[in-house]
């Protein structure tokens, strides 16, 4: 079945690290997005990218790294310089506006980030 | 710059009425998408209703209708005939081309 995998579910990173969150789709999608939540709010854009070897930086990208080299994959790593990262992480794809009227953003289930 | 401002951070509605949630956008753009996205407690994004903005035609689906006016670049959603699993947050979400961006959510909350 199509969909958006992202892994792991739940990560624990000790203060100073850097970690790596996977994003991973096989719906054949152009655009692939990175957003985070925070308890009771919306949804902020980290980093998305419309197409392979490119990306651009959304709202809050200050602490947070992204690669595009794969059509099927947009990891986002959060840096040690992301003063606060704690949150919920949320991937998306899309495919290009005008592609028909299936035109959705599908998300994966989420990564569930804590600094300890 | 906020781009999709949801005015309403929570409504509470009984059983079986209606609620509608507002939503308002800013492009210059002329295509784009808009979309309605529910996050029950799961936190898992359910796609509710979509409009094209070429189509004057309001979305439909089911309990669930827009209001689209394009000119006033508004976009509200309706739910008739609330039931108890439709409480969540709903989130208003934009799409031109390349950058989907989300309102902050209204959190809708049915009581029996």
């Known amino acids: 079945d199509g969909g958006i995998t992202q892994s792991p579910k739940y990560l624990f990173r000790k203060e100073g690290q850097n970690v790596t969150l996977s994003c991973e789709q096989n719906?054949?999608?152009?655009?692939m997005y990175w957003y985070r939540q925070d308890p009771g709010q919306g949804l902020r854009l980290i980093y998305y990218?419309?197409?392979?070897?490119?990306?651009q930086k959304g709202d809050i990208a200050e602490g947070y790294s992204v690669s595009r080299e794969k059509k099927e994959s947009f990891p986002l790593t959060v840096t040690s310089a992301q003063k606060n990262p704690t949150a919920f992480y949320l991937c998306?794809?899309?495919?290009?506006?005008?592609?028909?009227?299936?035109?959705?953003?599908?998300f994966g289930q989420g990564t569930r980030l804590t600094v300890v | 710059a906020q781009t999709v401002t949801q005015s309403q951070p929570e409504m509470s509605v009984q059983e079986a009425e209606t609620v509608t949630l507002s939503c308002t956008y800013d492009?210059?753009?002329?295509?784009?998408?808009l979309f309605w996205y529910k996050q029950p407690p799961s936190r898992q994004m359910i796609l509710v209703i979509r409009?094209?903005?070429?189509?004057?035609q309001n979305a439909t689906e089911n309990r669930f209708s827009v209001n689209f006016q394009k000119a006033a670049k508004s976009f509200s959603l309706k739910i008739s005939d609330s039931q108890l699993g439709d409480t969540a947050m709903y989130f208003c979400?934009?799409?031109?081309?390349?950058?989907?961006?989300f309102g902050a959510g209204t959190q809708v909350v049915v009581t029996p």
């Open positions: 990218s419309q197409i392979v070897n490119d990306f």
């Open positions: 719906l054949n999608h152009d655009a």
């Open positions: 998306a794809s899309s495919p290009p506006p005008g592609q028909g009227t299936g035109t959705e953003a599908f």
């Open positions: 409009q094209e903005a070429y189509k004057q």
């Open positions: 492009t210059s753009e002329s295509n784009y998408y």
């Open positions: 979400a934009f799409l031109p081309w390349g950058k989907l961006q």
